[in-house]
C-alpha cells in the first residue's frame, strides 16, 4: 500500500547541515473496474540521540518551533504525532476492540457473498494500482491480506478526494461528509461495498479511527495550503497524507513473536516509512507540483540556501540547488534508516510489503542523484508497476 508500514521518530542531520528541523474516486468506478537486543525508540529530535547508537552521541536536532515568537513553548509537530503513536500503540497492547454495532456490514443490500466480494474488489483494486505491494501481500494470511486491501482501498479513495479527476469540485463541505462517512463506517454502517469491507476489518483487528481522520484533515491541508515555511510544518503534512498509513496497518501486519522491540517503537518504525515515502515524493514531484502552484518545501531551508519560490519555479539546476537537494535527501536516507531497522520487528509473513515499499522508494532517491538533481523537467523512475508507496501514489515510475 502507498506507505504502509515503518515509520520512526524524526532523524536528524548533523549540526554542520544547520537544516530547521521540522478526489473521490468515483465509487462507480471503484466497485465495477478491477533481532536485534531490545531497543526503545523516541523522536530523536526530543532523544538528541540517534536511538540505533545508544550510549554515542549525535548531535541533537529540534523543531524550529521550540518557542513562538512571543518566547512561549510551543509543542512541535513531532511530539503531537507521537502522542498519536503511543496511543494506537496502547490501543494495540491492550487489544481492544470496539465492538461494531448491531447494523453490521453484512445488513447491507448485498448479494449472498458479498462481503466476500467486496474484499475481492479491495484486492482487484491494489492489485492495479500498487502491482508489487499487492505481490507482497499474499505472502501474508488471508485475514490479514484481506484487511490490509480494505485499509488501501479507502486511503486511496480519500487520496483521490484532491488528487483524482474530481479535485477541482471538491470542497471543505464534501471532505466533511466523507468525516461522517468515515464515523459511520466505524459504527458499523457502511456506506457502499467497500465501506463494508473497511468496517468488517475494524470489527477483528484493533484500529483506532485517529489516523483515518488525520488522513482526511491532510487532505483539507491541500485545498488550503500551498506552502511550508519550515519542517517542523512539512512534517506535519507527511504525517497527515502518509504517516497514517502505517499507523492504521500495524495491527494488521502484525508483530513477530519473538521480537523484543516495544509496542511503541514499532508504531515509529511504521511512522519513518511514512514519512521518508512522502519526503521522497516531495523530491521527485518538485517540478510538476511547481507547475501546479505547489511548493513542498521548507520556505526557511530554501532561503538559507539563497533559493525562492521563483527559483523552483525558473527550474534551472544551480549548484545552490544541488547544494538544497543533497540536504534534503540525506534527511529523507534518515527517515529510511529508522524505517529499515523496524522491518524485522514485523510478523515474517508481513514484511515482504514493507520492504517492497522501501527498497523501491529509497531507490528513488538515487536516482535523483543520477539526474543531476533536476528534479525540474526530469523525474526519477525505478520500476514499472505500483509499490504502495507514500501518500498512496499509484506508481512508483
Not at 101 to 115: E, K
Not at 259 to 265: G, I, L, Q, V, W
Not at 269 to 282: E, M, P
Not at 285 to 305: M, S
Amino acid at each position: 500500500m502507498a506507505t504502509i508500514l515503518v515509520r520512526a521518530a524524526s532523524p536528524g542531520l548533523s549540526a554542520a547541515d544547520s537544516i530547521s528541523h521540522q478526489g473521490t474516486l468515483q465509487c462507480s468506478t471503484l466497485l465495477k473496474t478491477k533481532r536485534p537486543a531490545a531497543r526503545r525508540w523516541m523522536p530523536c529530535s526530543l532523544l538528541g540521540l540517534h536511538p540505533w547508537e545508544a550510549g554515542r552521541p549525535s548531535p541533537a536536532v529540534y523543531s524550529s518551533l521550540a518557542v513562538n515568537p512571543a518566547g512561549e513553548a510551543v509543542v512541535s509537530s513531532e511530539q503531537k504525532v507521537y502522542d498519536v503513536v503511543l496511543k494506537q500503540a496502547a490501543l494495540l497492547k491492550r487489544q481492544l476492540r470496539t465492538p461494531v454495532l448491531d447494523a453490521r456490514p453484512q445488513d447491507m443490500d448485498m448479494p449472498r457473498n458479498g462481503l466476500k466480494e467486496a474484499y475481492d474488489r479491495c484486492g482487484e483494486i491494489c492489485e492495479e494500482y500498487a502491482k508489487t505491494f499487492y505481490l507482497g501481500t499474499m505472502l501474508m494470511t488471508e485475514e490479514r491480506r484481506r484487511a490490509i486491501w480494505a485499509i488501501y482501498v479507502w486511503c486511496r479513495r480519500t487520496d483521490e478526494l484532491v488528487d483524482g479527476p474530481n479535485a477541482n469540485y471538491i470542497t471543505p463541505t464534501a471532505l466533511d461528509r466523507w468525516e461522517k462517512r468515515l464515523e459511520d463506517l466505524f459504527a458499523g454502517r457502511p456506506y457502499d461495498m467497500l465501506d463494508a469491507a473497511l468496517s468488517d476489518t475494524i470489527s477483528k483487528f484493533p484500529i483506532d479511527i485517529q489516523p483515518f481522520r488525520d488522513m482526511i484533515e491532510g487532505m483539507r491541508s491541500d485545498l488550503r495550503k500551498t506552502r511550508y515555511n519550515n519542517f517542523d510544518e512539512l512534517y506535519m503534512y507527511c504525517y497527515y497524507v502518509a504517516g497514517t498509513v502505517g499507523l492504521m496497518s500495524v495491527p494488521v501486519m502484525g508483530i513477530a513473536p519473538e521480537s523484543k522491540a516495544t509496542t511503541e517503537s514499532v508504531y515509529s518504525a511504521a511512522l519513518a516509512l511514512g514519512i521518508a515515502n512522502q519526503l521522497t515524493n516531495i523530491l521527485r514531484d518538485v517540478g510538476e507540483d511547481a507547475r501546479r502552484g505547489r511548493i513542498y518545501l521548507p520556505q526557511d531551508e530554501l532561503a538559507q540556501a539563497g533559493l525562492s519560490d521563483e527559483d523552483i519555479f525558473k527550474g534551472v539546476v544551480t549548484n545552490r540547488w544541488r547544494n538544497f537537494m543533497k540536504r534534503q535527501i540525506k534527511r529523507a536516507r534518515m527517515f529510511f534508516e529508522e524505517a529499515e531497522r523496524g522491518v524485522t520487528e514485523l510478523s515474517q509473513a508481513s514484511r515482504w510489503p514493507v520492504w517492497a515499499s522501501l527498497l523501491l522508494y529509497r531507490q528513488i532517491l538515487d536516482e535523483i542523484e543520477a539526474n543531476d538533481y533536476n528534479n525540474f523537467t526530469k523525474r526519477a523512475y525505478v520500476g514499472t508497476h505500483g509499490s504502495g508507496c507514500g501518500s498512496l501514489c499509484p506508481s512508483v515510475a
